[in-house]
């Protein structure tokens, strides 16, 4: 059997796989939310002990919550926008 001379088409498995930092980010904030979740549902169940998660999930989320979807924001932001400034005046736009 010979291989087939055609080139595959489509997208490059690198562009179908979110970068490293974004697979980070997503991950902290899974680790993050889970834990502040689980503080204030397993409250019936184990009582004030499971508030003990609830600083395990902020510093997964370095900080507080919306911080965290600030700088995922960014993170998927990154390399697409570029600030330019003129005359005092600055505008965000597509790079490219």
Do not use: Q
Not at 42 to 55: F, K, W
Not at 58 to 70: E, F, K, S, T, Y
């Amino acid at each position: 059997m010979t291989p087939d001379p055609t080139p595959v088409t489509g997208p490059t498995p690198s562009a179908v796989r979110p970068p490293a930092s974004l697979r980070r980010h997503l991950a902290r904030g899974a680790v993050g939310f889970g834990a502040l979740a689980g503080s204030l549902a397993l409250l019936p169940v184990a009582g004030p002990v499971s508030l003990l998660l609830a600083p395990a999930g902020l510093i997964a989320l370095r900080g507080c919550p919306m911080c965290w979807v600030m700088g995922l924001v960014e993170t998927v932001s990154a390399g697409r926008l570029e600030r330019t400034c003129k005359d005092g005046r600055c505008e965000v736009n597509r790079r490219g």
